[in-house]
T-cell receptor, first 115, second 111 residues
Framework: GAVVSQHPSRVICKSGTSVKIECRSL??????MFWYRQFPKQSLMLMAT?????????EQGVEKDKFLINHASLTLSTLTVTSAHPEDSSFYIC???????????FGPGTRLTVT | DQQVKQNSPSLSVQEGRISILNCDYT??????FLWYKKYPAEGPTFLIS?????DKNEDGRFTVFLNKSAKHLSLHIVPSQPGDSAVYFC??????????FGTGTQLKVEL
């Protein structure tokens, strides 16, 4: 159980365009999902907490207008990188937490490359 | 401010021996600790967790030890297998909220 999927697994886009990444919990309902970013050889950096039916909570330093998060249902959260720039190229990973424990289960990640 | 630290960036162990990965934290509010395993270009995989009310939790080859007074936890893998080679992250949480991750330790299990 506790399977999380992410789509797409890899995307290449041109600078200035927007990209949407989907995160789904496949076998449980998640009122809370999380979005992380990982730079090469670094730890996972939490970007935001996605709450079903309400606004996402962004970490300090993360631009909410650039990284749009929507959690429209108990099994789906989306991250849209707007007006992407090469510095947004990174590995984006989502996670979901089946209540009531704190364990988060992660998706396989999305490699974004902005050219 | 790195609240969760893994001071060893890498560890090399022979197959069949014990792997010990260490993690230190500074925030005394943390009440739940987790270990994740990660392969390149994949999401982390949950391994084992421990609540602050316990000092040990075991699951198969994996055992996590928690020393609250020292703000230290460790993951023991025995016996180590080549498939265990990966990056291991410890993480901490309080109040069931967001996780704070350590910097990771690259484990290499050699034949």
């Amino acid at each position: 159980g506790a399977v999380v999927s992410q789509h797409p697994s890899r995307v290449i886009c041109k600078s200035g365009t927007s990209v949407k990444i989907e995160c789904r919990s496949l076998d449980f309902q998640a009122t809370t999902m999380f979005w992380y970013r990982q730079f090469p050889k670094q730890s996972l950096m939490l970007m935001a907490t996605s709450n079903e039916g309400s606004k996402a909570t962004y970490e300090q330093g993360v631009e909410k207008d650039k990284f749009l998060i929507n959690h429209a249902s108990l099994t789906l959260s989306t991250l849209t990188v707007t007006s992407a720039h090469p510095e947004d190229s990174s590995f984006y990973i989502c996670s979901a937490r089946p209540p009531p424990l704190p364990e988060q289960y992660f998706g396989p990640g999305t490699r974004l490359t902005v050219t | 401010d790195q609240q969760v630290k893994q001071n060893s960036p890498s560890l090399s162990v022979q197959e069949g021996r014990i792997s010990i990965l260490n993690c230190d934290y500074t925030n005394s509010m943390f009440d739940y600790f987790l270990w994740y395993k990660k392969y390149p270009a994949e999401g982390p995989t949950f391994l084992i967790s421990i609540s602050s009310i316990k000092d040990k939790n075991e699951d198969g080859r994996f055992t996590v030890f928690l020393n609250k007074s020292a703000k230290h936890l460790s993951l023991h893998i025995v016996p180590s297998q080549p498939g265990d080679s990966a990056v291991y992250f410890c993480a901490a949480a309080y109040g069931g909220n967001k996780l704070t991750f350590g910097t990771g330790t690259q484990l290499k299990v050699e034949l």
